[in-house]
């Protein structure tokens, strides 16, 4: 059974809201991005959207993803924080049109930052699924050896970084350990539009062994677009 943990553990998705209302807040991504937190050392990267606790996005897959893979779904998240410690959760639906199987998950990703940027430290998931000829549930959890970097605290063009991560991936039924280093690069600016909006985006690309992949993130929300997926609406905490 793969479930969605895997999506996450390169530190894409972390799309969070930046103005108040419903899906507004201007062509540029600009809203709650307080001046002063840029010299709070504990603050996190304005591209990340950590900044928003108690902020909340509803995200889906996109239309090529649904057409290459045959899933379907949406989930929401949201964000607190524990001291130190950032707490974004996760919950979802998604059916496959070519399985006929059905999976509903709830995840959880802890981050923190400090003046380097924003790191991951665990990311746990519990999920059910069920089909015409089989039913389930599981759990899967994320150790990290040490924090592995998502982003670095400040990005722009031209921006490279390199997350190297090792620890154990462990299940109901396995544990298996890994190994892996994923370099970044902030290749291109320019405006994205998404269901949720149209914003001022960074692109970035990722390279991991045979693997590549893309987002765009906006100052003050997070990221937007993956590729796979695409924020539909999204609300400001306060």
């Given at each position: 059974?793969?479930?969605?943990?895997?999506?996450?553990?390169?530190?894409?998705?972390?799309?969070?809201?930046?103005?108040?209302?419903?899906?507004?807040?201007?062509?540029?991504?600009?809203?709650?991005?307080?001046?002063?937190?840029?010299?709070?050392?504990?603050?996190?990267?304005?591209?990340?959207?950590?900044?928003?606790?108690?902020?909340?996005?509803?995200?889906?897959?996109?239309?090529?993803?649904e057409?290459?893979?045959?899933?379907?779904?949406?989930?929401?998240?949201?964000?607190?924080?524990?001291?130190?410690?950032?707490?974004?959760?996760?919950?979802?639906?998604?059916?496959?049109?070519?399985?006929?199987?059905?999976?509903?998950?709830?995840?959880?990703?802890?981050?923190?930052?400090?003046?380097?940027g924003?790191?991951?430290?665990?990311?746990?998931?519990?999920?059910?699924?069920?089909?015409?000829?089989?039913?389930?549930?599981?759990?899967?959890?994320?150790?990290?050896?040490?924090?592995?970097?998502?982003?670095?605290?400040?990005?722009?063009?031209?921006?490279?970084?390199?997350?190297?991560?090792?620890?154990?991936?462990?299940?109901e039924?396995?544990?298996?350990?890994?190994t892996?280093?994923?370099?970044?690069?902030?290749?291109?600016?320019?405006?994205?539009?998404?269901?949720?909006?149209?914003?001022?985006?960074?692109?970035?690309e990722?390279?991991?062994?045979?693997?590549?992949?893309?987002?765009?993130a906006?100052?003050?929300?997070?990221?937007?677009?993956?590729?796979?997926?695409?924020?539909?609406?999204?609300?400001?905490?306060?």
């Open positions: 059974m793969r479930h969605r943990i895997g999506r996450h553990l390169l530190a894409l998705v972390l799309g969070l809201a930046a103005c108040d209302g419903l899906g507004d807040g201007g062509p540029n991504g600009e809203g709650d991005v307080d001046a002063d937190t840029d010299t709070d050392p504990e603050a996190c990267c304005v591209h990340s959207g950590l900044r928003n606790v108690g902020g909340t996005w509803e995200w889906a897959f996109t239309r090529d993803h057409e290459a893979t045959g899933e379907s779904g949406s989930w929401d998240s949201s964000l607190e924080r524990d001291g130190e410690t950032f707490l974004l959760s996760e919950d979802g639906h998604k059916f496959n049109d070519w399985t006929f199987m059905e999976t509903w998950w709830h995840t959880v990703y802890e981050y923190t930052c400090d003046p380097l924003v790191w991951l430290l665990h990311a746990e998931t519990e999920y059910t699924y069920e089909s015409a000829t089989v039913e389930g549930e599981g759990w899967s959890q994320t150790l990290y050896d040490s924090p592995a970097l998502a982003m670095p605290r400040h990005i722009d063009v031209a921006t490279t970084w390199t997350q190297e991560a090792t620890g154990i991936i462990e299940s039924t396995s544990e298996a350990e890994f892996y280093i994923t370099d970044f690069a902030v290749v291109s600016g320019g405006s994205t539009t998404v269901p949720g909006g149209t914003f001022d985006t960074l692109k970035v990722w390279v991991k062994e045979d693997e590549t992949g893309a987002y765009r906006a100052p003050g929300v997070g990221t937007v677009w993956t590729g796979d997926a695409e924020i539909l609406a999204w609300t400001h905490a306060r």
